[in-house]
């Protein structure tokens, strides 16, 4: 239910003007996310515990989808 | 008053499920087939964002575990409700009420699911405060009617104008 409710929100965000990257780990249930993210970490999205270098190429990615994305998007890592 | 149609489908299915839902786990596949969806825009998009002030948004169950109450994750149904916290809160304060994930890894470095040093290495402004909700959620009825315009007000009187939503 978290990606089906980060979904949701994300849709309501972005139809009040707030753009919004969905970064999760289940493709299946981002795919109605405006844009998504997809990681393989699962229990921890962004990358393991103290791996700074791979949480800073994930956000770099979600940053780059959100500065240049002219639809709805989904990128898998 | 108004009565609200998704809340009476969504009251019509709960009762079917409850028996499931009370299992140890929850029997899931035997219910959420019928669970009942809102009618919302899944069409809007903004556009690109160049100047971008972000809102940490996340699924987490993260809350400050000096001045608020856990998620009550427990509940057959979740809990609807949400948390907003300081984006500077130290780590050791941060902690997560969600019962349907392995959270070792979110208390060992949080960043792993709150990104906040990553988002401002990127170069992006992080808004002043996260929002989060524990996404073990069933009672949507009350997220979309009370919840979700609660974040999104937190979000905007931040100044945001983007969000990074992180579900586990």
């Keep these: 239910m978290c990606h089906k409710t980060a979904g949701l929100v994300a849709n309501i965000f972005e139809a009040n003007g707030i753009s919004t990257i969905v970064i999760g780990t289940m493709q299946n249930w981002l795919e109605s996310a405006p844009r998504a993210l997809v990681t393989p970490h699962s229990d921890a999205p962004i990358g393991l515990p103290g791996d700074a270098k791979r949480h800073d190429e994930v956000i770099s990615k979600a940053v780059e989808v959100l500065r240049t994305a002219t639809q709805r998007t989904l990128v898998r890592m | ?168």
């Design chain 2, 1 to 168: 008053m108004i009565r609200n149609e998704y809340r009476e489908r969504w009251a019509r299915w709960i009762p079917s499920a409850l028996n499931a839902l009370a299992e140890e786990p929850p029997d899931f596949p035997a219910v959420m087939p019928a669970f009942p969806l809102p009618d919302i825009d899944r069409t809007a998009f903004t556009g690109p964002r160049s100047d971008l002030r972000v809102a940490l948004v996340s699924s987490s169950g993260a809350y400050d575990a000096r001045t608020q109450a856990p998620f009550a994750s427990r509940s057959i149904v979740g809990d609807a409700s949400h948390r907003s916290f300081d984006s500077s809160l130290p780590a050791e304060h941060i902690a997560f009420a969600h019962e349907h994930y392995d959270r070792s890894a979110a208390r060992r470095d949080a960043e792993c699911v709150l990104p906040r040093e990553a988002l401002r290495r990127a170069g992006v402004t992080l808004t002043p405060h996260i929002v989060s909700w524990s996404g073990y959620l069933l009672d949507w009825p009350t997220f979309l009617e009370a919840t979700v315009p609660q974040m999104l007000a937190r979000v905007r009187a931040d100044g945001a104008n983007a969000a990074a939503i992180v579900p586990i």
